[in-house]
């Protein structure tokens, strides 16, 4: 072969390196575009699903205490969103939504209170039970008229207090003595569970029959007395999302937590019976 011929080959075989070369180049190039492409398409849908806004929930009395340490976690877990409860009777809370009140959430001390929401339409999807309570007697401190029975709180000279029969704490401590053929006529009936715990915690009453996770939010405001009646009366607390929320996203992640084993830990610490 000449001379020439060689040189002319080199350059082709040289030529043809170059080539591939640059196509390689171009298709790494293609790729981690196409990764940056799908890194920021990724960033730009994990920032749209963030969880952010006011949620307002609407829950029993008796889920003050947990329902706020929870409000409080909820806020510190997602930065830019803001809890708002509203504590009342079940039955009260029930009436406010079917008339319009503005809310996302709902959680109900009974089943009976949860359906007049549902009844109306007002709820989105099937409410689902999250925890149970269960009754308790709750006395003056160191239960100075010994009181140790349901039975007990029907003598004359006590002065007792009850939940209205139309809220769940109240529907409930009405079962429990109707199953033991007791009768009690209560100095007054409250509007919710923590009305009739108050009256005790002033000296307005003797003892009243409240749930237990209240009995042991009061601290050593109250004693309680357990009672096996009680057994027969445990009301189960069902929480739904509502049909008119303005933010659906943030109300969902509430009751995730609510239902999720963080949540449970901190109602199973206030006294709660699991679901």
Sequence with gaps: MSRTARQNRRISQMTGVSAAALLALSACSSTDSDASAKSDSAASASASDKISGDVTVFAAASLQESFQALGRQFE???PGSKVTFSFGGSDSLAASITG??????????????????????????TPATFVRNELEIATLPGNPDKI????????????????????????AAQKALDASKLHLTPVSYEQDVKAALTKVELKEADAAVVYKTDVHAAGDKVEGVEFPESADAVNDYPITLLRDTQNAAAAKAFIALVRSAEGQKVLSEAGFLKP
């Design 76 to 78: 510190k877990e997602h």
């Design 100 to 125: 319009g009140a503005p809310a996302d959430v709902f959680a109900s001390a009974s089943p009976r209170t949860m359906k007049i929401v549902t009844d109306a339409g007002a709820a989105s999807g």
């Design 148 to 171: 140790s029975s349901l039975e007990d709180l029907t003598e004359s000279d006590l002065k007792v207090v009850l939940c209205d029969k139309e809220v769940p704490c109240g529907a």
